[in-house]
């Protein structure tokens, strides 16, 4: 397992032991119990890393991007997707050119 493999499933567990914990207390549980908020935030963020790579800011972008993956996880986590969910769409999709698979999607 790669350390950004590692990272990720140690943020994703951790996401997940804020759920129903107290909002006074933790952000990410602020997060949980607000999912429309968490999504703004998402969308934040991905503003936030679009801007950092435009501007070719590698300190920025990765630090822009830990946001955008932190944010991605607790809008996840709020909506019962589990990184498992994700990686099963990833898989459906592995072999097939990304034309392809957009034409197929209808986008």
Known sequence: ?????????R???TIQTRKG????????????????RAAKKLGEEAVETVIAATLRDADALAA???DLI???????AAAGVSLDDV???L???????????????GG
């Open 70 to 76: 932190y944010h991605w996880l607790v809008v996840l």
């Open 11 to 13: 943020l994703a567990a």
């Open 87 to 89: 990686a099963a769409k």
């Open 21 to 36: 914990a107290d909002a006074a207390g933790s952000y990410t549980a602020q997060l949980l119990a607000d999912p429309a």
């Open 91 to 105: 898989e459906a999709r592995e072999g097939r050119s990304g034309l392809d698979e957009k034409a197929a999607r």
């Open 64 to 66: 822009e991007s830990a």
């Open 1 to 9: 397992m790669s350390r950004f493999d590692e990272t990720l499933q």
